[in-house]
């Protein structure tokens, strides 16, 4: 009896907990290529960061010009998220504690995001200085576009009207 009630209990919190990770994660899609669109927000990301320390001006290259090289087909306009952007990808879910990256420093960044470590260069920019997002205490900060220490480079893109369409039609 005991057995039976333990595997019951089990297996209804298997069901919860899967139903929740699946609703989580059914807000973005993975396009099977190294990104993934979100329908919520219109913009297709890369599924990683560029895996090390980058400057402001390196990380604004990369989104544009090296990370969309790596794509079996190349659709264009790939830049630097801005601010607001950037922080569409935090994770608003309380009970989640975000996973630790590479680097060591624990980011609460949507799990569909890889990323290396926690400060992400946003398009933002003013003089000598740019905005990147710090995935660890969910703030953006200013600071010096050479700075590279920590800092990685995201690339998005806004998604066409017809790749919209084909998006609310799955």
């Not at 139903?19 to 059914?26: R, V």
């Not at 624990?106 to 890889?114: D, F, H, K, Q």
């Not at 003089?127 to 590279?148: H, P």
């Amino acid at each position: 009896m005991q057995r039976s009630l333990a595997a019951l209990v089990i297996g209804i919190t298997l069901i919860v907990l899967s139903t929740g990770l699946a609703l989580a994660e059914h807000r973005f899609i993975d396009n099977e290529n190294g990104t993934f669109s979100d329908p919520k927000t219109g913009l297709m990301w890369s599924l990683r960061d560029n895996q090390g320390d980058i400057t402001w001006l390196d990380a604004r290259q990369w989104a544009r010009f090296t990370f969309p090289s790596t794509l079996p087909r190349d659709q264009g306009n790939w830049r630097l998220p801005t601010s607001d952007e950037l922080s569409s990808l935090e994770s608003d879910n309380t009970t989640y504690e975000g996973y630790e990256s590479d680097c060591g420093i624990t980011v609460r960044i949507e799990r569909a995001v890889e990323l290396t470590c926690a400060f992400v260069w946003t398009a933002d920019e003013s003089g000598i200085q740019a905005r990147y997002f710090n995935f660890q205490q969910g703030v953006q900060v200013l600071d010096r576009k050479t700075k590279s220490r920590g800092h990685r480079a995201l690339a998005v893109r806004t998604l066409s009207d017809e790749e919209r369409s084909a998006l609310q039609q799955q």
